[in-house]
């Protein structure tokens, strides 16, 4: 059974620039997290679905982070304009979604972001 | 409002030395308790969970944690540190009917030959 895939797995870019990234949940999870990971820290929420409605964006930071996952299977999530302070790994993770909070997440590898 | 504290953000052991990575939590409700390990470059995977039902937990590559709800911790541990458990260590709380996990800060385990 194929991982949650991520990619890109590394990007570069100058601020103020736009970053999108994506994300294939395992199949048949219904459930889809974002998480950002800064150095020395654990993951935060920034975003869970469930299918492809967005049901807990609280922590996401609306003026310039947006994510979609149109057809309740990969998702995106992408910042415009892109700054400093993004730097950070961005983890997607998905879940079965019917056993609320002891579901077991399944992360994938992230994508290093590097703003400059 | 629930939380997680990881004492240490490093511990090192020496090979085949026992293991204890401590982790305490705040929970206003019965929690559900999980231990991830982030090896490099590579995403969260599970180690062990608590979900109520037995609170000696066994998880993978023989690590087991032990919820204790009067000390509120649910720390890890490993009879035998194995150079392949260098690794960080995440505990992580959520709870009854949420969705919401929240990790601590990790702990990064090294193991010394």
């Known amino acids: 059974e194929a991982g949650v895939v991520q990619s890109p797995r590394y990007k570069i870019i100058e601020k103020k620039q736009p970053v999108a990234f994506w994300c294939n949940p395992i199949?048949?999870?219904?459930?889809l997290y974002w998480y950002l990971q800064n150095l020395g820290q654990g993951p935060e929420l920034l975003i869970r679905?469930?299918?492809?409605?967005?049901?807990?964006d609280s922590q996401l930071p609306k003026d310039r982070f947006s994510a979609e996952r149109l057809k309740g299977v990969d998702s995106t999530l992408k910042i415009q304009p892109a700054e400093l302070g993004d730097s950070a790994v961005y983890l997607c993770?998905?879940?079965?979604?019917?056993?609320?909070?002891?579901?077991?997440?399944?992360f994938g590898p992230g994508t290093r972001l590097l703003v400059l | 409002a629930q939380s997680v504290t990881q004492l240490g953000s490093h511990v090192s052991v020496s090979e085949g030395a026992l293991v204890l990575l401590r982790c305490n939590y705040s929970?206003?409700?019965?929690?559900?308790l999980f231990w991830y390990v982030q090896y490099p470059n590579q995403g969260l995977q599970l180690l062990l969970k608590?979900?109520?039902?037995?609170?000696l937990v066994k998880g993978i590559n023989g690590f087991e944690a032990e919820f204790k709800k009067s000390e509120t911790s649910f720390h890890l541990t490993k009879p035998s540190a194995h150079m392949s458990d260098a690794a960080e260590y995440f505990c992580?709380?959520?709870?009854?009917?949420?969705?919401?996990?929240?990790f601590g800060a990790g702990t990064r385990l090294f193991v010394k030959a």
């Open positions: 993770a998905s879940s079965l979604g019917n056993l609320a909070g002891e579901e077991t997440q399944y």
């Open positions: 199949s048949g999870h219904n459930t």
């Open positions: 679905y469930e299918n492809e409605e967005a049901v807990d």
């Open positions: 929970s206003s409700v019965p929690p559900y």
């Open positions: 608590y979900t109520s039902a037995a609170t």
């Open positions: 992580a709380v959520s709870r009854t009917g949420g969705f919401k996990t929240i």
